[in-house]
């Protein structure tokens, strides 16, 4: 993470509340068959607690019950051309972006605490994409929910550590932060000046 304070993007639970906000991490960890990395999606499930769940046939699925794992959360970003300053001569280029890393271990989680992951996550996800219609457990049948839980695996991660970096030209004029989103709005990076802008 980025050593400026100015790019700290709030306190251990803001940057916990956004990572779940995103829903998605690439977690690591470091097992006796070398650093192996896994993508998933991750919920809340207490204060300083995560769930994700993987494929049991996911090549690092075995070595994730007592493992120390990073996860790390990666927003919006984007290149930066000293161009858009209002005097570029002595800038350089940099990269915005937003992202917090959290550490911790991971435990297996039984199949209640699978279940309650899935329903958490189509519940937070759902209303978003498809309010009309959304879809729930229930719309499996029972034989094909059974399939569907028995290949993949959930873990609970206890949360020791979390840092996040905002980079978004904070240290910047507001006349530059302005013409910073103005850029990136007319290079088609949208998300990245939505965030800049809010």
């Known amino acids: 993470m980025h050593p400026n304070p100015v790019f700290r993007p709030g306190d251990d639970d803001a940057m916990l509340d ?3 906000s995103i829903g998605f991490a690439h977690i690591f960890a470091v097992t006796p068959a070398g650093p192996m990395m896994v993508h998933a999606p991750i919920v809340a499930t207490g204060a300083r607690q995560l769930r994700f769940h993987v494929s049991r ?7 994730l019950d007592g493992a120390q794992v990073l996860l790390s959360i990666v927003g919006a970003d984007g290149y930066i051309t000293p161009n858009w300053y209002a005097n570029p001569m002595p800038e350089v280029p940099t990269w915005n972006y937003t992202a917090v890393e959290i550490d911790g271990i991971a435990g297996v989680a039984d199949e209640a605490a699978l279940i309650e992951q899935v329903d958490i ?4 996800h759902e209303p978003r994409i498809i309010p009309e219609n959304p879809w729930t457990r229930d719309k499996l049948d029972a034989a ?7 290949a993949i695996v959930a873990f609970d ?8 970096t905002h ?4 240290n910047k ?3 530059d932060r302005a013409r910073v989103i103005a850029g990136l709005k007319r290079s088609g990076n949208i ?3 939505g965030v800049m802008e809010a």
Not at 157 to 164: L, P, Q
Request: glycine share 2%.
């Open 18 to 20: 956004w990572a779940v």
């Open 57 to 63: 046939a996911n090549r690092v699925a075995p070595h």
């Open 121 to 124: 996550l189509a519940a937070l």
């Open 144 to 150: 094909r929910q059974r399939a569907m839980l028995r």
């Open 157 to 164: 991660v206890t949360v020791d550590a979390v840092r996040g």
């Open 167 to 170: 980079k978004l030209s904070q």
């Open 173 to 175: 004029s507001a006349a």
């Open 191 to 193: 998300a990245l000046a």
